[in-house]
């Protein structure tokens, strides 16, 4: 399945995220792509919200990895510093897939690693606007 949408604001975004939310459970992975600014830690902050987080959810950028309580464990992680599939390994993602929902930033890197269960969603700038392709 493939849907696009264009999200002219936050508060699109923010009825995306609230949309998504209730379709997804333990095991789920979403594979975020899409060039810097395009919205992807905007869109995982609004996510882990409605799917019960309540602490600030920040970029992991920096660390890679960060976790959170909601409906599950939720994981949101940026590889974008990493520069090897070995590193990806390192991270143990395999291991990491089964008991949490996996959000992951930049996702490339791991393409290989990714499961078969895993929401591509791609984000890009067009015109004024962002839009969003969902596969699943
Ligand atoms: N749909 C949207 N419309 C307008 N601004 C948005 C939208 N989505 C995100 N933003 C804003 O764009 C900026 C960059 O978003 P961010 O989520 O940090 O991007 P990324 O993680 O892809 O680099 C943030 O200030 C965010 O609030
Ligand atoms: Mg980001």
Excluded at 6 to 22: H, N
Excluded at 27 to 36: K, R, S, T, W
Excluded at 53 to 61: G, I, K
Aim: contains cysteine; hydrophobic residues 40%.
């Amino acid at each position: 399945m493939q849907e696009e949408r264009i999200l002219k604001s936050e508060d699109d975004t923010i009825t995306f995220a609230k949309e998504l939310a209730p379709k997804l459970k333990e095991g789920d992975v979403l594979a975020l792509y899409g060039e810097l600014g395009t919205g992807k830690t905007f869109f995982t902050q609004q996510l882990c919200k409605f799917l019960g987080v309540r602490e600030n959810v920040s970029s992991p950028s920096y660390v890679l990895m960060n976790e959170y309580m909601g409906i599950c464990i939720i994981r949101h992680l940026d590889l974008y510093r990493l520069d090897a599939a070995e590193e990806v390994l390192e991270l143990g993602l395999y291991d990491l897939y089964n008991d949490a929902i996996t959000i992951i930033e930049w996702p490339e890197i791991a393409d290989g690693m990714l499961p078969e269960n895993t929401i591509h969603i791609y984000f890009e700038f067009i015109n004024q606007n962002r839009k969003v392709t969902i596969k699943m």
